[in-house]
């Protein structure tokens, strides 16, 4: 919604395509914190969904909400051509070439040394892609030029990237508490962060550079900046 009004769009216009997008997200969740991947026991402060109603409700509830996402995206009221476009990209983030193939990475990589260009690519795919979807999906939607269009999704790969990075320092040096889901447990699980990779300093760094990178990228390219730069901001200072 904010790509949308970034390139003079109203907001709402776009509301079935960040609701599709989000129910990709939380099926991404819900799936993510099964015994067989993560494990985990917390989300958002409460108990997560296999916790709560068991593991075949939760398979079943991700599967539903993946399904339901397409459904809700393709009453997107928006030319055809370019409705159809945004069922293309947001499968392609959804699926092998974005955050499925980055988790499938991700869980082969754990207990392993993994170099930069592995570790880059999980956070790129699991979290980057769909990131950099909802600001492509977002532009084009909302009528951006080719230009604008592809600055905001090289704004949302750089997001994604110090969104995931400011996630991995938050999981060494946050609490349960604090983050609403288990803190610590990269660590255990000896699963490829940036931490570890490079320490927390320099993730630290790294994060901030990304985000810089992002609102770069869009003050170059005529693209508004307002909210959008208060998210890159944000993606890498949150405390949760």
């Known amino acids: 919604m904010a790509a949308a009004e970034a390139v003079g769009a109203a907001r709402e216009s776009v509301l079935d395509a960040a609701c599709a997008i989000e129910m990709v997200h939380c099926f991404s969740l819900v799936h993510d914190d099964l015994p067989a991947i993560d494990n ?35 009453h997107s009221p928006h030319e055809p051509v370019r409705v159809v476009a945004a069922l293309r990209q947001l499968s ?15 869980v082969l990589s754990e207990g392993r040394a993994v170099d930069a260009e592995t570790l880059r690519f999980i956070h790129s795919h699991k979290t980057g892609a769909l990131i950099a979807a909802s600001c492509e999906i977002g532009g084009a939607l909302g009528g951006g030029s080719e230009e604008q269009v592809k600055a905001l999704t090289t704004y949302g790969e750089r997001i994604g990237l110090a969104f995931q990075i400011a996630d991995d320092i938050l999981n060494e040096t946050s609490t349960p508490e604090q983050l609403g889901k288990a ?11 940036y931490p570890a990779l490079y320490g927390l300093e320099e993730s ?6 990304a985000a810089d990178e992002g609102i770069r990228v869009l003050r170059n390219n005529d693209v508004s900046d307002g909210f959008l730069g208060e998210l890159a901001l944000y993606s890498v200072e949150r405390l949760h």
């Open 183 to 193: 803190a610590g447990s990269d660590r255990e699980r000896q699963k490829a962060t």
């Open 92 to 106: 392609r983030a959804s699926g092998t070439q974005g955050l499925v193939g980055g988790e499938v990475v991700d």
């Open 40 to 74: 985990d026991d917390l989300r958002r402060g409460v108990p997560t969904l296999h916790k709560k109603f068991g593991e075949a409700m939760a398979i079943l509830a991700g599967d539903a909400l993946f399904a339901l996402a397409f459904e809700i995206l393709s």
């Open 204 to 209: 630290r760094k790294m994060a901030i550079q």
